[in-house]
């Protein structure tokens, strides 16, 4: 049995004189990984390595202790894969669509129906029974994930799974795939919400540039900052800040703590110039990380 769900190690990409992976490396388990950072940053080319739709140029990875590249087939047969881009065209409703993705992955005719009409309700589509042709983008998005969540895949692939889709269905949806965490799948997904991955990952795994900057729990990363706090600032304020973010008009001002934070409140000659505050997460890790811009 492979010691790792996913190993990757020292992925190499390029695309003519361009690296996209420059060395990349990383592992899951059975958990719910998200692969995080900026355009660019690798995130689809490494899906698309471990989903062999496409072939490093050095390195290895495995899935499910089969090689992503000589052992492809068996890759195939453990994962469902949802693209960030796809597209179904036709007159298929939902269930019709649902089913036929199953019965081509094997299940029988009344097996796929009964998950179809199970695994539509989860998503909140039970009573959608209109071509796909004619729903939502948001819709369609739950559709192809009712379709990857109906499978008994062991590994599954989700680029930006919750793309387009509104608040109270992608709370939804965070619980399936959580409860699907804990049924023993693996997840790893992309997403550019640092709060869903906040939320519900095990792991974030940050990419920048084709390198991995981070891996780990993103409370640990969060950790890493040395900022408890911070508050969104007016730049008519004019009181002096030692950390922050410039936004044009306004700042967002860390502090190392409570109290540092009372102090700057303190100080203000206009309490309309404090516009918000908060607690550090994993946001603001992120934009440290990758982009350092606090100051």
Known sequence: MASNVVLV????????????????????????????????????TTVEI?????????????VMGYDVVNEYKAVRRVIAYLPQDYFVFGDLTPKEYVASYLMARGSSFWEAWRLAGEWLEAVGLSGVNRPMRQLSGGQMRRTYLAAMLATDAEVLFLDEPTAGIDVEARRDIWRLLREKVRSGTCILMTTHDMSEAETIADKVV??????????????????????????????????ELKRYVDLGDRVIA??????????LVSLLDD????????????????????RGELR
């Not at 003519?16 to 420059?22: F, I, N, P, R, V």
């Not at 471990?50 to 990875?61: F, K, Y």
């Not at 309490?271 to 990758?290: F, K, M, N, Q």
């Open 206 to 239: 940050i990419l920048n540039e084709g390198r991995m900057l981070y891996e780990g729990p993103p409370r640990a990363l969060v950790e890493k900052v040395g900022f408890s706090h911070k508050a969104v600032l007016s730049k008519e304020a004019r009181v």
């Open 50 to 62: 471990l989903t062999t739709n496409l072939r490093p140029d050095s390195g290895r990875a495995e």
């Open 9 to 44: 190690e020292g992925l190499v990409k390029k695309y003519g004189t361009y690296e996209a992976l420059k060395g990349l490396s990383f592992t899951s388990n059975t958990e719910l990984v998200i692969l995080a950072g900026p355009n660019g940053a690798g995130k689809t």
């Open 271 to 290: 309490p309309r110039h404090l516009i918000s505050v908060g607690t550090v997460d994993l946001e603001d890790a992120y934009l440290l990380l990758v």
């Open 254 to 263: 860390y502090f190392s703590g409570k109290g540092e934070f009372e102090g």
